[in-house]
């Protein structure tokens, strides 16, 4: 789980903050996930499959694929999830999970 973000945008802020208060969220990323967290922009286009925009979460499997069919409810910022939509985040942490078990 590769989570671009920057300490001076205030959205970034918002979603770390829900991102820590979901107790779901942490179990499943202390137990299940390699979290991968990108402060500075990387050039590397395979991490920004729809633009170079934070905070944007992507999935990546074990063959370093990002996982396109695991994005978040904007048409606009596939991979952009909000505080507001914690609950997508979640969901999608699930999916992965069972997706990546599966697939193995």
Known sequence: MVIHHKDNC????????????????????????????VVEETSDKNLAPDGYYVPRILF??????????????????????????????ADNMKKAKVLLHSEL
């Open 60 to 89: 990546v499997d074990p063959t370093l694929t990002v996982r396109t069919d695991i994005t978040g409810k904007y048409s606009n910022h596939l991979y952009t999830y909000t505080a507001s939509n914690i609950q997508d985040l």
């Open 10 to 37: 205030p959205h970034s802020k918002d979603l770390k903050k829900a991102f820590v208060a979901d107790k779901t969220i942490q179990k499943m990323a202390k137990e299940d996930f390699i979290m991968l967290n």
